[in-house]
């Protein structure tokens, strides 16, 4: 599409809508290698690594827009960072499935909330699009794109060409694996699960060398057919809260409903508590507790006296998908909003100990060092919104950081218009708890979008470094830093 029919489109998407709107009214554009200008202050030098990104590039195709934000095509931003300078590129995912729907040019399958077109029996069988949309997993020789309903894809780390799906050396294609593996920072070891429904719903469980190659696998059954997107390693423990949301099996035999709108919120089924010994994949404890739901932690640790502390951001209920769903239109309506909660339980008698928010404002997308993952954390940082108040269809202004001793807040307000990402830490080599903050920005007064670094200690002080890239990066969800070795 050329830039002018782009720009006609964005104005016509966005009418009436917030400015974030802009950043997803057209399918990204990819680019191969592309030097960054450097917009304003200057690269740290310890800074040497990759940033990458991942989330739905493209949300709509021939005029029809995706059902749901989860179902857009994933698109993997990297943003090389060396002696001073950036380069970065972006390409699509080259899934099986998008290859088909490429060369006829209309969307052909079902997804997380996506219906294929044509007949309902025609859908019997046939398994989700694989949309490799949500995270990345970076290994010596390979990134992963990660999306929880399926095996992972493979893509060359540098110019992002896709390999195709990676089995890890454990997982046949009915095992899925989820966009959260939690990587232990003195063994390298990976930790990781997929959620497998059917007669007998269960979680299995991964252990990987810092290869990836699974080497260890347990099954731990679930109280019914609900969904798990994320994980605690937590000391000696891998944490599974499972919400209180019921899969309706039959309409997805029958190919009547998505599996977006057949997950019904069910909260006199309480939400459970699953605690696993890491070493031997064997469970500890059940505990059934109040209803809510979480789609993200941001760590876990054991404390002094052997109890396990969980920080997770917390839902009321299940509308969060709904607002989800609704990012496609641009306009999302639907209440919902995510507070940062710690829980501390004691695993040995199966009692919850305590469960209380830790900040006010709405947040989402909470992330530590990777160097203290399963231990107690230094600082918890998120994306916030900058009042209590903020309209429902707006997205992220904020991000800040929260001490994890003190719980002091320090914040980071964006201008009118611009909104930040998920921000990834990358730990300082040379000093243990310094470390810098990468996020991309999307500014709607301009259609530009930025790579901005932080000093994590004081992000209250602005960008250290904005640099420019040469296309809109739709918003996306999750990513990771990997230092140069
Ligand atoms: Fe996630």
């Excluded at 972006?90 to 899934?95: A, E, G, K, N, S």
């Excluded at 919120?265 to 059934?288: M, S």
Aim: glycine share 10%.
């Amino acid at each position: 599409m050329q830039t002018q029919d782009r720009d006609t489109q964005r104005d016509q998407f966005a009418q009436g809508k917030p400015l974030w709107a802009r950043a997803i009214a057209t399918p990204a554009t990819e680019f191969g290698p592309t030097a960054l200008p450097l917009l304003s202050g200057q690269i740290p030098e310890g800074l040497q690594g990759t940033l990458y990104r991942n989330g739905p590039g493209r949300l709509s195709r021939q005029g029809q827009t995706v059902d749901h934000w989860f179902d857009g095509d994933g698109g993997i931003l990297a943003v090389h960072v060396d002696d001073g300078g950036a380069t970065a590129c972006y390409r699509y995912v080259q899934t099986q499935e998008l290859q088909a729907e490429e060369a006829k040019d209309q969307f052909l399958y079902s997804g997380y909330g996506q219906m294929a077109p044509g007949p309902v029996w025609k859908r019997w069988g046939v398994p989700p699009k694989n949309v490799a949309n949500t995270s990345v997993l970076a290994l010596p020789d390979k990134l992963l794109a990660l999306w929880e309903g399926g095996n992972p894809h493979a893509l060359d780390p540098v110019t992002l060409e896709t390999q195709g799906l990676d089995p890890l050396s454990g997982l046949t294609p009915k095992l899925t694996y989820s966009a959260h593996p939690k990587r232990d920072p003195h063994t390298g070891n990976i930790y990781n699960f997929g959620v497998i429904f059917g007669p007998k719903t269960y979680i299995q469980i991964y252990c990987s060398h810092a290869s990836g190659d699974i080497y260890r696998q347990a099954s731990i059954p679930l109280p019914g057919l609900s969904m798990v997107h994320d994980f605690v390693l937590a000391g000696r423990y891998l944490i599974f809260i499972v919400p209180p949301l019921r899969l309706q099996m039959l309409p997805i035999l029958l190919g009547t409903k998505s599996l977006s709108d057949a997950l019904q919120w069910q909260p006199h089924q309480g939400t459970q508590i699953i605690v696993i010994d890491r070493d031997t994949f064997k469970e500890v404890t059940r505990i059934d507790t109040d209803p809510w739901f979480q789609w993200h932690f941001s760590n876990g640790h054991e404390d002094a006296a052997g109890n396990i502390v969980v920080d997770y951001v917390r839902y009321d209920d299940f509308q969060t998908n709904q607002w989800l769903k609704e990012v496609v239109t641009g306009y999302p309506q639907a209440p919902a909003t995510g507070k940062l909660w710690q829980l501390q339980i004691n695993p040995q008698s199966g009692q919850v100990l305590h469960n209380e928010p830790l900040f006010n404002f709405g947040c989402e997308f909470p992330v530590i060092s990777s160097l203290e993952t399963g231990q107690k954390t230094t600082a918890i940082y998120l994306n916030h919104h900058s009042h209590t108040q903020r309209p429902v269809e707006e997205m992220f202004d904020c991000i800040a950081r929260i001490d994890g001793k003190t719980s002091a807040v320090t914040s980071m307000a964006f201008p009118s218009g611009c909104y930040p990402m998920e921000a990834i830490y990358a730990p300082d080599p040379n000093t243990f708890d310094q470390g810098w903050l990468l996020t991309v920005v999307f500014d709607g007064n301009q259609d530009q979008s930025t790579v901005q670094i932080f000093s994590a200690n004081q992000l209250d002080a602005g960008p250290i470094a904005v640099l420019g890239l040469p296309e809109i990066i739709p918003f996306g969800f999750h990513g990771a830093w990997q230092a140069r070795a």
